[in-house]
């Protein structure tokens, strides 16, 4: 599996052969000679269902698993995350600068797990899986860290955003961190090509792929349908009266406004329902809250 994250999560390789994540592709158009070469070898490679989808860690995997079980034992997951030290050290790392402002620091990872509980565990697990498949480009390392960072804000706002508009889901924070993982994948099939004259080219495919390359990872790691769905729909108009898309179409608002040197575009926050003294509330708290690397 030459495409496969594994190679820049050495910590995850199985014994045997690693396991193929399967889907049914969504990619299903045909290469066409109006395409760019690029546009063309992409497609390609989108249609197979297998390019450059990543494998999901064994302990992501569990922490997913139990943290919607109630007779989960935080031994178990703290036991599980200890197998595997470099995900350990991220997860730690992770965890202690959230809990450093809440003066909780602390060094075993049972006792992080304890005053995190399972379900922020998850969400740290899975921003460290999501962290250490980011490296290792060697023509779009740049595009892809800051695909990750904002992710990572759009987690938070995405968090924010729904406390303020009362639509707390069990995977408000996944559904943030997760809706644009198809970018990383798409960066990642391309860096494999030759590097088209125009750039325009590569954020334009980008742009046009990453939701069903983003819907195909969520799919091929059983995440729940919700996150499949923000990352499917978050940039379909159409997707706006399901509340879980909706809330990442309102994170990745709440990023632009962030992202830029002028001040927010309001009126798109009224497109998205939300009203302007809230959005502004939003803004406010996800900037702070991403400042200080505190979870809301
Ligand atoms: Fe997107
Ligand atoms: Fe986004």
Known sequence: MSSSFLEFMPSQAP????????IVPL???EPTPEMSETERELVKRLRTGRAALP???QVAEAALRLANDPDARITDLAELVDTDPPIAARFMSVANSVAYWRGLLTSSTQSAIVRLGLAN???LLFQVVYAASSGGLKKYQMQVQRSFK???IAAVAART?????SLVTEYDYMSGLLHDIGEARIY???DALPRPDDPKIVADLVQRYHTAAGAEVAMAWKLPTEIVDACAAHHDPQAIGVPHVRLVMIADAVCDALDSARSPNLQRFESLLVDVSIARRIIDQTKKAAQMSVRP
């Open 15 to 22: 014994a045997g052969e690693p396991p193929v994540p399967s």
């Open 27 to 29: 990619v299903t158009v």
């Open 55 to 57: 494998v999901l860690p």
């Open 121 to 123: 565990t998850r969400d």
């Open 150 to 152: 904002r992710s990572v």
């Open 161 to 165: 955003a729904a406390r303020e508009l």
């Open 188 to 190: 990642r099939i391309l």
